[in-house]
């Protein structure tokens, strides 16, 4: 989740609970006037609602709500969007506090996690045509991580535009470049293509990073599943888990112990307009991911047999 922000940069703080929503007395007048007062509403009605409205605060209320369940969770409009949604955007300002970063990651988790066993095997048995599936919430957002974590990509497929706040504002794809399976394969089955194990916070994005769960380390049980959703024996588990990776990763590396990693910056533009108010004006270090300082003989010897086998596998793959 922590990487997803930093690609999206949006509000990933702690959802209001249906309590605290019935409390702020939202209108519903949206959904009494532009879609009888039914108690689903499709996307394609909120886009011709948005369409055919005259009323100018409407059309950009409208707007709003299209934009998190057609973009941010990129539902297709046959699809019934969250109802609340349109409670919500009748109070503007509290519609820009919610947070659709963890809205919109929750939604594409949940695509991820498909089946997709058995729609491959579905496909082998021509019980289908074709095997696909739709993809919820902002899939380009992995296409844009992809670029931080596997740099090989960066460097064949888009332009860097500089250490940019999100994450996502830093490339620009090339022209005229085609993003054939070939070529996508020729560099993910490169031998010793390198891997960013995680997305670390520049020192200007800290504050921002530790804002996502409110000062705590965002490392959750199940991927984005809230601490709250579990017992106190997967609490001290997990934090346990939390506590071990923090230090292995040193997410946060101390300016002044001259660890952060040496190397040109480019200059970073302003945040975005949808940004936080927290986000980063500046960034003063590399994205790469540290190193362990030392590893031990063994360590050295089992790392390495397990980068022959990989490489093996590679070439097996080519040559088929």
């Known amino acids: 989740m922590g990487e997803f922000a930093l690609v999206m940069g949006l509000d990933f703080s702690t959802f209001p609970s249906p309590e605290e929503l019935e409390g702020r007395n939202l209108s519903d007048r949206l959904i009494k006037e532009y879609f009888n007062d039914t108690e689903k509403v499709k996307l394609s009605q909120v886009d011709h609602a948005f369409k055919t409205c005259t009323v100018v605060e409407d059309v950009y209320k409208l707007g709003l709500c299209l934009f998190v369940e057609g973009v941010l969770n990129a539902i297709e409009g046959k699809l019934h969007i969250w109802q609340d949604i349109l409670k919500i955007v009748e109070n503007v300002e509290y519609f820009f506090s919610y947070p659709w970063g963890k809205y919109s990651y929750r939604r594409l988790l949940h695509s991820c996690k498909k089946d997709m066993v058995k729609q491959n095997a579905n496909y082998d048995a021509k019980v289908q045509q074709e095997s696909k599936y739709s993809m919820y919430g902002y899939a380009p957002a992995l296409q844009y991580w992809a670029y931080e974590a596997i740099q090989q990509l960066a460097v064949e497929l888009v332009v860097s535009s500089g250490n940019m706040f999100p994450r996502m504002l830093s490339w620009l794809h090339r022209r005229n470049k085609d993003f054939t399976k070939s070529i996508i394969a020729s560099i993910l089955l ?28 965002p490392l959750y049980p199940g991927l984005g599943q809230d601490p709250s959703e579990t017992d106190e024996e997967e609490d001290a588990t997990f934090e346990k888990i939390a506590e071990i990776v923090s230090q292995a990763a040193k997410i946060f590396v101390d300016a002044a112990s001259g660890e952060e990693v040496a190397g040109p910056t480019p200059p970073i533009a302003p945040a975005s307009a949808f ?46």
Do not use: F, H, W
């Open 190 to 217: 490169k031998k010793n293509l390198i891997v960013l194990s995680m997305l670390k916070p520049r020192l200007a994005e800290k504050d921002y990073y530790l804002s996502l769960t409110e000062g705590d380390l």
């Open 275 to 320: 940004a936080p108010t927290s986000a980063p004006a500046s960034a003063s270090a590399s994205a790469s991911a540290p190193t362990p300082a030392s590893a031990s003989a063994p360590e050295l010897a089992d790392l390495i047999e397990r980068l022959d086998r990989v490489e093996g596998r590679q070439e097996t793959l080519l040559k088929n």
